[in-house]
């Protein structure tokens, strides 16, 4: 079964880079979820987005940005990266129109801020 | 907001023994309740869930019970083989009018299995 695509898979920037991940969740999923983690953490919520239309926000700094696309692909925008950014980034997806409450998790993004 | 808590932090058993992980919740309101298993370098991956009109739940080798007046959960596995090695997450959430919430983790807790 298809599941849940990332890319990147590593990405390595400097502090004050931008950067950019991508998400393709699980073909007909209406609903994408970004979390982050850090080294020996639980993942911490980002942003959500159903329908294309943002649907909650969580501990998301004001220099990070997300949307979700017509094809239902979503992008993570991140910039003037810092250190502690430096961590595993994943998007999840799931099927909300339908009722359906699982979140099925992508391998994850790791980025590396230098 | 949820705050998930989860014990033991980490737990090593023997191969063919049983692990529990036990989690407490502190939204009343939560009424999904996952849990996901991390290997090293993956993504969290579903291999359970309840619901919060269920009391327990069992899927071969692995099964959760759910106390919603002590707003405790617990993840039980039994005939644990060294591939269950991994983190373990419970995690929370709720709907109001979607089922679009976003997912509360519990911070994990690191099972080896010991051949």
């Known amino acids: 079964a298809a599941g849940v695509i990332q890319s990147p898979r590593h990405l390595i920037k400097e502090k004050r880079e931008t950067a950019t991940l991508k998400c393709y969740p699980i073909?007909?999923?209406?609903?994408v979820y970004w979390y982050q983690q850090g080294p020996g953490q639980d993942p911490q919520f980002l942003i959500s987005?159903?329908?294309?239309?943002?649907?909650d926000k969580g501990s998301i700094p004001d220099r990070f940005s997300a949307q979700q696309f017509s094809d239902y692909h979503s992008e993570l925008n991140m910039s003037s990266l810092e250190l502690g950014d430096s961590a595993l980034y994943f998007c999840a997806s799931s099927l909300a129109r339908r009722g359906l409450r699982e979140q099925y998790f992508g391998p994850g993004t790791r980025l590396t801020v230098t | 907001g949820e705050n998930v808590e989860q014990h033991p932090s980490t737990l090593s058993v023997q191969e063919g023994d049983s692990a529990v992980i036990k989690c407490t919740y502190s939204?009343?309101?939560?009424?999904?309740f996952p849990w996901y298993k991390q290997e090293l370098g993956k993504g969290p991956q579903l291999i359970i869930d309840i619901r919060s009109n269920v009391g327990e739940k069992k899927d071969q080798r692995i099964a959760v019970t759910l106390n919603k007046t002590a707003k405790h959960f617990s993840l039980h596995i039994t005939e644990t083989q060294p591939e269950d090695s991994a983190v373990y997450f419970c995690?929370?959430?709720?709907?109001?009018?979607?089922?679009?919430?976003?997912?509360?983790f519990g911070p994990g807790t690191s099972l080896s299995v010991i051949p």
């Open positions: 995690a929370a959430t709720k709907s109001m009018r979607t089922s679009y919430d976003k997912v509360i």
């Open positions: 073909p007909r999923h209406d609903t």
């Open positions: 987005f159903y329908e294309k239309m943002q649907s």
């Open positions: 939204d009343s309101a939560s009424n999904y």
